[in-house]
């Protein structure tokens, strides 16, 4: 299973981004999305989830109301939409998805995506 997250970049503060979460030859649907990220020198956290039947979850309260994901069933890939981004946004973003169908967010995950690099800076 191979998981590509992508999209990341630099952006300064106030500004947007979408990250997205591919899959080949494993499907995404029914499966639970996890967004989690490391800051430098900082441990791995998570920020947002969507579960097998579309609830989302945010692991970080701090990005209510700015984060949020989606799903393109057709093309096997999850989003993550960064608005109003932060200075303290910055860190490196990975998905995450399970073995099982039929998940919520609260779940051990089983398979990594290798992460992108997200910057906000002016």
């Known amino acids: 299973v191979q998981l590509q997250a992508s999209g990341g970049g630099l952006v300064q503060p106030g500004g947007s981004l979408r990250l997205s979460c591919a899959a080949s030859?494993?499907?995404?649907?029914?499966?639970?999305i996890g967004w989690f990220r490391q800051a430098p020198g900082k441990e791995r956290e998570g920020v947002l989830c969507?579960?097998?039947?579309?609830?989302?979850?945010y692991y970080k309260d701090s990005v209510k109301g700015r984060f949020t994901i989606s799903r393109d069933n057709a093309k096997n890939t999850v989003y993550l939409q960064m608005n109003s981004l932060k200075p303290e946004d910055t860190a490196v973003y990975y998905c995450?998805?399970?073995?099982?169908?039929?998940?919520?967010?609260?779940?051990?995950?089983?398979?990594w995506g290798q992460g992108t690099q997200v910057t906000v800076s002016s």
């Open positions: 995450a998805t399970t073995v099982v169908f039929g998940s919520d967010c609260y779940v051990e995950y089983d398979y």
């Open positions: 030859r494993f499907t995404l649907e029914y499966r639970t």
């Open positions: 969507i579960s097998s039947s579309d609830d989302l979850t």
